[in-house]
């Protein structure tokens, strides 16, 4: 199994401020990464797919990077909005595997 | 336009049996992989098992294999997960996805609460 391992577990930050958080994988997941984000009480959301691509109506801020084994989740200037959880998962091998999540909390 | 309905919330008891469904649209339901993830009360995600209807391929996680049993009836576009001998640490909302492409899509989902 692919473990998938998120850093910071918490970032406190304020709005406006600039957001990255981090993802590991055990192994090669080649371009199989996405990044969600998920509010108290909502399913989670695509925001990434692909290590880089946006999902249809994901803001510009939003940035994923990476490659093989180590990824990125950039929030250029947060919004009010953007304080939540956010996971990364890959889909390279079963089982499918998400990180443990990083929340991004109001500083 | 893609969109995964599922069933409404269940309550049931210790030792019972449960089956809840994933109904698909807006896409080719029996092409990609659909399946179910966990998510315990203030915990993380966790993928369950995927199925793809027009293929009758599945997998399990190992962490459910033996608990759970995944299924689908292309017929009418929707998955289903069985849950056998129920605990009180079932208790979560579960949510189908479906991976169309690179892209996920996702239910709403179905909050189960098992009473011991």
């Known amino acids: 199994e692919i473990v998938m391992t998120q850093s910071p577990a918490t970032l406190s930050l304020s709005p406006g401020e600039r957001a990255t958080l981090s993802c590991r994988a055990s192994?090669?997941?080649?371009?199989?990464l996405a990044w969600y984000q998920q509010e108290p009480g909502q399913a989670p959301r695509l925001l990434i797919y692909g290590i880089s691509t946006r999902a249809t109506g994901v803001p510009a801020r939003f940035t994923g990077s990476g490659s093989e084994t180590e990824f990125t989740l950039t929030i250029s200037s947060l919004q009010s909005e953007d304080f939540a959880i956010y996971y990364c998962?890959?889909?390279?091998?079963?089982?499918?595997?998400f990180g443990q999540g990083t929340k991004v909390e109001i500083k | 336009e893609v969109q995964l309905v599922q069933s409404g919330a269940e309550m049931k008891k210790a030792g019972e049996s449960l089956k809840i469904s994933c109904k698909g649209s807006?896409?080719?339901?029996?092409?990609?992989?659909i399946g179910w993830v966990r998510q315990m009360p203030g915990k993380g995600l966790e993928w369950m098992a995927i199925?793809?209807?027009?293929?009758?391929?599945?997998r399990y996680s190992p962490s459910f294999q033996g608990h759970i049993t995944i299924s689908a009836d292309e017929s009418i576009t929707t998955a289903y997960l069985q849950l056998s001998s129920l605990k009180a640490s079932d208790t979560a909302m579960y949510y189908c996805?479906?991976?169309?492409?690179?892209?996920?899509?996702w239910g709403q989902g179905t909050l189960i609460t098992v009473s011991s």
């Open positions: 998962q890959q889909h390279n091998n079963w089982p499918w595997t």
């Open positions: 192994q090669s997941v080649n371009r199989h």
């Open positions: 807006g896409y080719s339901f029996t092409t990609y992989w």
């Open positions: 996805a479906t991976l169309v492409g690179a892209i996920y899509f």
């Open positions: 199925i793809r209807p027009g293929y009758s391929d599945t």
